[in-house]
């Protein structure tokens, strides 16, 4: 069976960092890109990332550039959100997905909240 | 950035209905379009893929069609467990992007 489980969501102060994990099992990890997507309360999808399989292409919506990092252990089939300078606006909850364009595979989700 | 509209924002509808939701790109997509639905607290769940292309598992009532800038679902019949927000996503482009999402109600 095919699963996702993300972790390490969190109360955090504006400006902090935080490192999100997405534990993937049940599927060939190395032969899938992979994808974030975060959702504000109350509002929509926003596609965060992506990480081709072997992690030599990542892709970021501009509004994450050069604070959020996104990235890959093969080896323990696991996916990274590495995040910083966080702010306000990137309170959400983020799900991991399978896939680097439709994603047919997603987490439950692990909330951010960033507030003093 | 490509911006996907959906059309209604949402709608109330009765079990059995005949149910469709539009999504339009701002620009060209060819058929590089998938469907999600979404329960109140609960993960995305992909219903469709390359604008009419039904993943695995989900049920034959539901429908896409579209390529290019307009595409549709249509659920054929609607049921109870279908009540829920659905959201269009082009991947032609990045950044990938969502419509709003339309929110089904039971009428």
């Known amino acids: 069976e095919v699963q996702v489980v993300e972790s390490g969501g969190d109360l955090v102060q504006p400006g902090g960092s935080l490192r999100l994990s997405c534990a993937a099992s049940g599927f060939t990890f190395t032969t899938y890109w992979m994808t974030w997507v975060r959702q504000a309360p109350g509002k929509g999808l926003e596609w965060v990332a992506n990480i081709k399989e072997d992690g030599s292409e990542k892709n970021y919506v501009d509004s994450v550039k050069g604070r959020f990092t996104i990235s890959r252990d093969n080896a323990k089939n696991s996916l990274y959100l590495q995040m910083s300078s966080l702010r306000a606006e990137d309170t959400a909850v983020y799900y991991c997905?399978?896939?680097?364009?439709?994603?047919?595979?997603w987490g439950q989700g692990t909330p951010v909240t960033v507030s003093s | 950035d490509i911006q996907m509209t959906q059309s209604p924002s949402s709608l109330s509808a009765s079990v059995g209905d005949r149910v469709t939701i539009t999504c339009r790109a701002s620009q060209y997509i060819n058929n590089w379009l998938a469907w999600y639905q979404q329960k109140p607290e609960k993960a995305p769940k992909s219903l469709i893929y390359a604008a009419s292309s039904l993943q695995s598992g989900v049920p034959s009532r539901f429908s896409g069609s579209g390529s290019g800038t307009n595409f549709t679902l249509t659920i054929s019949s609607l049921q109870p467990e279908d009540f829920a927000t659905y959201y269009c996503?082009?991947?032609?482009?990045?950044?990938?992007?969502f419509g709003q999402g339309t929110k089904v109600e039971i009428k």
């Open positions: 996503q082009q991947y032609h482009n990045y950044p990938r992007t």
């Open positions: 997905a399978r896939g680097a364009s439709d994603s047919d595979y």
